[in-house]
């Protein structure tokens, strides 16, 4: 199967924060142009173009940025998939190429969410009907939103991460707060990431409390970036000089799934068992254990998050993620070096292309071209991703040779 | 006085004590509250109404205190998995919403309350837990 494998030749992402002057085509353009100057190549040696874009996902995303780029004619897929989405656009491009339709391609991932506030309130607002009728699937009459619990996203996720305290020993506030502490720590050494502040455990725990276990500082923000791929067939890249062979990170796994049946996934979202079936199938994949790798950049929309996929990647051992935390295994010099971008928490989550920055992050390390922030002789990585619904991706990365 | 009306068609409020009901596949045993179209687990197309039971225990929770507009502050949501069969969602009532109060593993049970009236003063009658 070696020779089968797909490379990532350009990889590039803009800063994340808040662009008044950029609009979704700026900012897709300016990484999509990049990642093409970092692999050498052009617009005009791409047979496929991916772009991933949740809020504006009806407009074409992929074609206006053409336009503004370069119309070669080429298929466009526009995709959205939930904070997954600009993973998915990877794996259209990385799918096109395994099936041998194209030896090279551009991903794009772009998101303008600005201050766009709490994500995920869902059903009608309330007060909305003067006279109550029961309506849509649950035949509710009346909006349910912190009636019957909550949907919103600080809440979902810090119930995902209270179900692993429920069962585990060793889990509370103060380990979720940790994984805050940590990444807003990371981000400080990262020029491309939304916030660049260190705070103690103590003003973590301390800031506003959003949805409890989560404060402020534990939540992601929201916030407007791009970053962009280039793909490129095993066969296409030994075609190429000996520089862009050398920069070239090799893709050992690419992996999605969606969450299977759970007795509660349809009450409460299930982000455990489907990233625990995707890390599986990556490590098997790749031939990769998860002690091997050299860094790990994941899904950590909230602090509770990124606490219980410790455990769900195979980082710690089982119900051990409270003592990995506590023993700074994931901080940039511990066991396994978890976020050292940030995260979503500081670094952002522009939802669209979270999916292709964490690829970047990986990518510049396993190059050695990470400056301040570089994990020394990364040889190999991991990229994980949930989009609620749900969908995971995650892909593993590697230093190799070509 | 109006009628009343449950917030959502899986709340029984006629009969005996006001209860949950779940679509059962027949397949598989699965429960869902909403509509169907086909059993998520198995795939078969045949359901059974079944009765859920009225106590349970907490598996996890939140407490909200930046919430959607409208949405009083702070609340409890808790995942409640019911004696008998079932997982559902929905809030902690009379139990002062901080950690030291609502603990993983409480043992709750089902009550009810007026969630909010229409115009022409027909009540929406909601669920929540309380300690049991």
């Known amino acids: 199967m070696s020779g089968d494998n797909v490379w990532v030749l350009g990889a590039a992402m803009t800063k994340f924060g808040r662009y008044a002057d950029k609009d979704l085509v700026d900012l897709g353009s300016d990484a999509a142009l990049d990642a093409l100057d970092d692999g050498g190549v052009t617009i005009h040696d791409m047979d496929v173009l991916a772009a991933g874009n949740m809020a504006e996902a009806m407009s074409g995303v992929g074609q206006r940025i053409q336009k503004q780029i370069g119309q070669t004619g080429i298929p466009v897929y526009n995709v959205t998939n939930a904070c997954a989405t600009g993973a998915t656009a990877i794996r259209s491009v990385y799918l096109a190429i395994k099936a041998g339709e194209a030896d090279m391609g551009l991903a794009i991932g772009v998101e303008k969410m600005g201050k766009q506030g709490l994500l995920g309130a869902a059903g009608k607002a309330r007060g909305d009907r003067k006279v109550f009728e029961p309506g849509g699937r649950y035949g509710a009459v009346m909006g349910v939103e912190g009636v019957l619990g909550t949907g919103l996203m600080p809440g ?19 380990q979720f707060a940790k994984v805050a502490e940590k990444n807003h720590a990371h981000s400080t050494l990262n020029p491309l990431a939304q916030y660049q502040k260190a705070f103690s455990l103590d003003e973590v725990m301390n800031a506003e409390m959003m949805s409890y276990p989560n404060t402020l500082l534990m939540c992601c923000p929201t916030g407007d970036g791009a970053a962009a791929v280039v793909l490129v067939s095993e066969e296409r890249l030994r075609s190429l000089s000996p520089e862009q062979r050398s920069r070239a990170v090799k893709i050992s796994a690419s992996v999605m799934t969606s969450d299977p049946w759970t007795d509660t996934d349809q009450v ?9 079936q995707a890390a599986a199938k990556a490590y098997d994949i790749a031939g990769v254990d998860p002690q091997d790798l050299d860094l790990v950049e994941l899904h950590d929309c909230f602090a509770t998050a990124e606490l219980i996929h410790y455990d769900n990647l195979q980082l710690c051992k089982p119900g051990d993620a409270g003592k990995f935390i506590d023993e700074r295994g994931p901080w940039r010099d511990g066991a396994i070096p978890v976020n050292v971008s940030g995260g979503l928490i500081s670094k952002g989550h522009p939802l669209g292309a979270t999916g292709i920055a964490n690829v970047y992050e990986v990518s510049t390390h396993l190059r ?5 922030r570089q994990i020394p002789d990364a040889r190999v990585g991991l990229t994980h991703v949930i989009g609620l619904g749900s969908a995971c991706a995650i892909h593993v990365l590697e230093k190799a040779a070509l | 006085m109006g009628q009343q009306i449950p917030i959502v068609d899986y709340l029984v409020l006629e009969g005996s004590a006001p209860h949950l009901v779940a679509h059962v596949c027949t397949n598989c045993g699965a429960l869902y509250f909403d509509r169907r179209n086909a059993c998520g687990n198995c795939g078969k197309r045949e359901f059974d109404t079944r009765a859920l039971g009225t106590e349970g ?5 939140t407490i909200v205190h930046r919430a959607a507009p409208g949405v009083p502050t702070p609340y409890v949501s808790a995942i409640v998995v ?36 229409d115009d ?11 300690a049991a």
Do not use: W
């Open chain 2, 82 to 117: 019911l004696d008998g069969g079932g997982v559902v969602k929905s809030n902690v009532l009379n139990c002062p919403p901080d950690p030291d109060h609502v603990r993983l593993g409480m043992r709750v049970r089902l009550t009810t309350f007026v969630a909010g009236t």
């Open chain 1, 156 to 174: 979902v996720f810090a119930q995902a991460g209270m179900e692993y305290a429920n069962e585990h020993d060793g889990v509370g506030f103060e």
């Open chain 1, 368 to 372: 050695g071209e990470a400056g301040d």
């Open chain 2, 120 to 130: 022409d003063g027909t009540e929406a009658i909601a669920f929540g837990f309380e």
């Open chain 2, 57 to 61: 225990a907490v598996r996890s929770f």
């Open chain 1, 268 to 276: 409460q979202p299930d982000v455990n068992t489907l990233t625990r």
